[in-house]
């Protein structure tokens, strides 16, 4: 079985430029997240899909921070315009339903902003 | 809102030797699931264990087991015959029932080392 595929794996950008990053999860799950996760802090979600629609985005920043599911399968996040503080690793995970499964984790992206 | 403290931020163990990692969280819900994830240098994040609140036998996975103390709200990890590859970076995560939809809130980590 395929795990949770993202890309790029790393990206360097100037502030105030604007990014892109893909997930594909495991085929079947339902559910998708993107977590944002700062050097040497634990994830922090910023939003959950269950098939294409939004379950939680409480803590997106959405002024510059938008993301999208079409189709419930592949999801992209964007984030416009960038900010030094977003320099983190960008971690999509999945899971079959919602609620109390194991989420499966992508390998990350990286992001450093200058 | 639930918070997740790992009180540790390195550990080190020699290899063969049995070490534990400490988690405390803290929620009101009573429906809950307790995770621990390791995460390597390559940052892929893999699932270690995971223990439901409501089960009060502790999980065990292998080399791995918890001892989950519900009332002290206490979640420690326990390696056993510590291994070279288990050398990463370990997260408590806890994920609530009801409507939480399943998101999962984690432990700031701890870096565990396994000097051979």
């Known amino acids: 079985e395929a795990g949770v595929a993202q890309s790029p794996r790393y990206k360097i950008i100037e502030k105030r430029q604007s990014v892109a990053f893909w997930c594909n999860p495991i085929?079947?799950?339902?559910?998708l997240y993107w977590y944002q996760q700062i050097l040497g802090q634990g994830p922090k979600l910023l939003i959950q899909f269950q098939n294409n629609g939004v379950v939680d985005d409480s803590q997106l920043p959405k002024d510059r921070f938008s993301a999208e599911r079409l189709k419930g399968v592949d999801s992209t996040l964007k984030i416009q315009p960038a900010k030094l503080e977003d320099s983190a690793v960008y971690l999509c995970?999945?899971?079959?339903?919602?609620?109390?499964?194991?989420?499966?984790f992508g390998p990350g992206t990286r992001l450093l902003v200058l | 809102a639930q918070t997740v403290t790992q009180s540790q931020p390195e550990m080190s163990v020699q290899e063969a030797e049995t070490v534990t990692l400490s988690c405390t969280y803290d929620t009101s819900e009573s429906n809950y699931y307790l995770f621990w994830y390791k995460q390597p240098p390559s940052r892929q994040m893999i699932l270690v264990i995971r223990?439901?609140?409501?089960?009060?036998q502790n999980a065990t996975e292998n080399r791995f087991s918890v001892n989950f103390q519900k009332a002290a709200k206490s979640f420690s990890l326990k390696i056993s015959d510590s291994q070279l590859g288990d050398t990463a970076m370990y997260f408590c995560a806890f994920s609530a029932g009801g409507t939480s939809y399943g998101k999962l809130t984690f432990g700031q980590g701890t870096i565990l080392t396994v000097h051979p």
């Open positions: 995970a999945s899971s079959p339903r919602v609620r109390q499964e194991t989420q499966y």
């Open positions: 085929s079947g799950h339902a559910t």
């Open positions: 223990q439901e609140a409501y089960k009060q």
